[in-house]
Structures are given as C-alpha cells and as structure tokens.
C-alpha cells in the first residue's frame, strides 16, 4: 500500500502551529497570564469525551496536505482521513481504530485489489521466524487529542495576545510566539512522567523532520478551549506549516470496521504463513 506509509507518518505528527508573530501592539498582554491562559486552555480541550477537527498545510516530505479526523475516549475510536495534494505520495488514505483494531486504508489498492489491512489488536508478540507485531504505539497515536501539543507555545519568551480574531465563524483570543525545540523540552522537565512521555513522544517528530525552532499560534475560544493552532517550522526537506482547527467537543463519534471483504488480515495472513 504505497499511501498508508505517508497517512502513519502523518497521524504520528497530528500538531499544529504558529504563524510568526507580529509585535504586542497588537493586543499586549502579560506572559505569564497568556501562558496560563494557553495551558487551561490546552487541558480544557484534552479533557473532552470526543471532539472533531481538520488539519489543513505542508508537511516537508509530503508536501501539502488536508485532513479530517473524529475521536472519542470512551470506548477509543479514532478515524483520520488524510489527503496528500501533490508529489509521489498524492492520494486519499485512512487509520481508523474500531474496537482496538488498526485499520489502514488507500485509494491504491494491494495486489490482491483489497483497500484496507487490518493490523489486529493492539499488544506485541514475537514470531518463530522473528517477525514482531506490535500496533499499540500506532493505536497510542492515532487516538492522541492533538491539543496536548498546543501547550508547546508556553516555552514561549516572546508568548503574548496579539487580539481578537473570527476563526471558524468562532470569536477567539489569538497568542503567538516562538520556542526551540530544546527551549520546549526544558518547559516540561518538571511534569509527572505520563505528561513527559507524551510531550517527548510529539517533539521527537519535529527533531526527526529536522525542525529545531517552532512559530506558534493558538487562538481560544470564549468557552475557554482552544479553538485553532497552528504551527511553523524548517526541517531537512523544506518547510513545515500545519493548522489545526477543532470543529466540535463531546458530540457523538461514531467509527465502523471496513468491510472485510475488502480488507487484507495482516495478523490472520502471518498465522497461515506459520510466522
């Protein structure tokens, strides 16, 4: 499947970003009240039982994108349908997790003309012929709630309010700034070391791209949670530009199985192979 390779690169770097900024004659602002209003902000927004958003911009390697995703916490469902505009990579793919099965689906079909593969339940085993399996970091990233990442924007020394913005038909607070990826890690040195994994997990991806400095923007919505944020950087392959937009909080998500007549059973195909 030549596109699911580009759709799991992309749900394992579901962030956003920043523009750069302009100066706080904007809206000024204390910093340390625009962090904490970022911060609420970010954990508001994790804190929801479902939500839907759209990522829109360029990724380095695969050019421009456009995305959409739904999610819920309980029980996990997660479908992200991403579309690549251009280069080698151009076409429509899909994750979805339904009933912690990882589903990854093209518009090029396999061999077999099948246009999914299942990768089973989550949980790694090792194979008599050495192949190992283990979907739990995939389905970890797929369902991952992408405003964790918009807490980034507090390592921010020039953080500030740049004013009131409509975005989504939506009146929000815009903040803007720029950190470095080493300025970033030390922000959340002192956290418990489930927000740590989480935070490290997702800046690992900036470092891979070679991106080292990052331009930020969040905008907040009046209900406190945040609304967009978009996020601006350089890596070894070009720039990278991604926005993310939340569309809706706490509303029903629903995600089906493909058809099985459809998709190729990675696990069941290793078990008839004797692996």
Same mark, same amino acid.
């Given at each position: ?140 990233? !797929? ?6 990442? #918009?807490?980034?924007?507090?390592? *921010? /020394?020039?953080?500030? +309010?740049? @004013? ?88 029903? !998500? ?6 099985? #007549?459809?998709?190729?059973?990675? *696990? /069941?195909?290793?078990? +008839?192979? @004797?692996?």
């Amino acid at each position: 499947m030549r596109f699911s390779v580009g759709v799991l690169g992309l749900s394992a770097l579901l962030v956003t970003g920043c523009a750069a900024a302009s100066e706080d004659a904007a809206g000024g602002g204390d910093a340390k009240e625009a962090a904490t209003a970022v911060a609420r902000a970010a954990a508001k927004t994790e804190r929801v039982g479902s939500l839907r958003y759209r990522m829109t911009g360029r990724m380095p390697e695969e050019g421009r994108l456009r995305a959409e995703a739904a999610m819920a916490v309980e029980p996990p469902a997660m479908s992200l349908k991403t579309t690549i505009l251009g280069g080698p990579d151009q076409g429509e793919g899909e994750v979805r997790l339904v009933g912690g099965v990882v589903y990854v689906g093209s518009d090029e079909p396999t061999e077999d003309g099948k246009h999914w593969m299942k990768f089973g339940a989550p949980g790694g085993s090792d194979t008599p012929s050495g192949v190992k399996v283990d979907t739990a970091p995939l389905a970890d990233k !797929v369902r991952r709630n992408p405003a964790h990442e #918009s807490t980034f924007l507090t390592a *921010a /020394e020039d953080l500030r +309010k740049t @004013g009131t913005e409509t975005v989504d038909g939506v009146t929000t607070t815009h903040y803007e700034g720029t950190a470095t990826v080493d300025e970033i890690r030390a922000s959340y040195k002192d956290e418990a070391k489930s927000v740590r994994q989480i935070r490290e997990q997702a800046l690992a991806q900036y470092e891979k791209l070679g991106v080292d400095e990052l331009e930020m923007d969040v905008w907040i919505d009046a209900s406190g949670r945040t609304k967009q944020q978009r996020f601006q950087g350089f890596g070894r392959k070009g720039p990278l530009d991604l926005t993310v937009t939340f569309l809706d909080f706490d509303k029903p !998500v629903t995600v089906q199985a493909p058809p099985a #007549s459809d998709t190729f059973d990675l *696990a /069941e195909e290793m078990k +008839k192979a @004797g692996r």
